[in-house]
């Protein structure tokens, strides 16, 4: 036999070498094949993992689309979001009351329907396709065979795209030229509106009468036209002036003039609001147009053109309201207010609201905002006067007679 030649005393056949060898090899390869199949489980583990995470995310995705989309359902039954004791209309865009307003609404039903009819189509095709070409069992898995270069679908999916956005230019140009290029009649009513942070001023140059938050207009009749031309102002921020059923948005631009123009076809209450964001009380910048039959507009139009009442009962609150700072903000025709930084409020309590929308004209709520607006709508900027509650119940008693 063979022999591994060294010190004598580790002199050994190579056959018992290879005897003792072996199996320590053998424990090797066992150790690396268990650490193998441990890296294996771990990378399975790790596969259902991450396929559970992306299950999980994309749960997750389905779970937030639902509820942004109960959301959107919930906000739009709701309405308009309005303190639930103020007095509004509820408005809706598709129930156009005003000529401008039905204009722009058929152009929109035939943008709709153009679109409509547009995904029909197309996710028509998709379903079919889906169906008609779904993987068989009987399929050998070849790459079905491809189409190349068809002049008829490339003439479909160019021409027919041209024309459609042709018609929607056509149709749009005409309904804007019929909208922003209307002329005033000459008994037209001319209004003009002053958007303030956060509230309307509505003036009437040629009747002499400023009011805040609420605009009156006189109905058109079937023999007579009665329209209303509006030009917006703003004497601040950028703001824009929004009455659904009566007209499309216009933006109401510091240093620029904007016209637009609306011509009411029933009398009723129409709720607008400002459209575009213009600080923290944005959306309680509400606007109501309130339509009169063209007899009761003339009976509006006389009450605000007379003076205030002169109450006598209540002229130690007026006392009070002309020594404190009240008189440098707002105006009461036919005394020393002729403060123009506030609403003008020579017949405040014929109106319905109070700050723009956010609470109604009451005694109470008047009350409460003379005492401090900022509990009402916080940010105005009407301060706290810090009155006295003898000084604050004087004031409000004088206030409520200017109807």
Not at 12 to 35: A, I, N, W
Not at 153 to 158: D, P, Q, V
Not at 263 to 280: L, R, S, T, W
């Given at each position: 036999?063979?022999?591994c ?12 070498l ?26 399975s ?21 639902i ?31 005003s ?36 993987q ?42 019929d909208?922003q ?8 009513l ?100 309130i ?68 609470v109604?004209?009451t ?41």
């Amino acid at each position: 036999m063979l022999s591994c030649i060294g010190p004598k005393s580790n002199i050994q056949p190579c056959g018992s070498l290879l005897e003792k060898t072996q199996p320590r090899q053998s424990d090797e390869c066992q150790v690396t094949r268990d650490r193998f199949a441990e890296f294996g489980f771990q990378v399975s583990e790790l596969r259902l993992r991450t396929s559970m995470s992306g299950f999980q995310i994309l749960s997750n995705r389905w779970a937030f689309g639902i509820a942004s989309f109960l959301w959107c359902v919930t906000i739009v039954l709701a309405g308009p979001a309005f303190a639930a004791d103020v007095p509004t209309g509820v408005t809706n865009i598709f129930k156009p009351l005003s000529t401008p307003a039905q204009a722009i609404y058929e152009v929109s039903l035939l943008v709709l329907a153009i679109c409509a009819g547009i995904f029909l189509v197309v996710a028509g095709l998709l379903v079919y396709t889906l169906f008609r070409f779904r993987q068989r069992p009987t399929d050998d898995g070849h790459e079905p065979p491809q189409i190349y270069g068809s002049n008829q679908l490339e003439f479909a999916w160019t021409v027919i795209p041209i024309v459609t956005v042709f018609v929607l230019f056509l149709a749009t140009a005409r309904t804007i030229y019929d909208v922003q290029g209307a002329l005033p009649p000459a008994d037209a009513l001319n209004v003009t509106v002053i958007g303030h942070q956060w509230w309307w001023e509505i003036r009437y140059p040629e009747l002499g009468i400023v009011t805040a938050n609420e605009m009156h207009v006189p109905a058109g009749e079937a023999s007579k036209r009665r329209p209303t031309f509006l030009k917006l102002e703003s004497a601040d921020v950028a703001h824009s002036f929004w009455v659904p059923q009566l007209a499309g948005k216009t933006d109401v631009i510091p240093n620029r003039e904007n016209r637009m123009w609306i011509e009411p076809i029933e009398p009723g209450i129409y709720v607008g609001n400002c459209a575009e964001y213009c600080g923290m009380q944005h959306a309680h910048m509400l606007l109501r147009v309130i339509v009169h039959s063209p007899g009761d507009f003339e009976k509006w139009t006389a009450a605000q053109q007379q003076p205030p009442v002169d109450d006598p009962q209540a002229r130690a609150g007026r006392d009070v309201f002309f020594t404190t700072s009240c008189i440098n903000c707002h105006t009461i025709k036919g005394t020393k207010a002729m403060g123009t930084f506030g609403p003008d409020l020579t017949h405040l309590m014929s109106r319905e609201t109070l700050g723009a929308g956010t609470v109604p004209n009451t005694a109470e709520k008047l009350q409460a905002w003379v005492r401090d607006p900022q509990t009402i709508k916080e940010g105005c900027n009407m301060p706290n006067m810090q009155l006295t509650e003898n000084e604050l119940n004087q004031i409000v008693a004088y206030l409520l007679t200017l109807k």
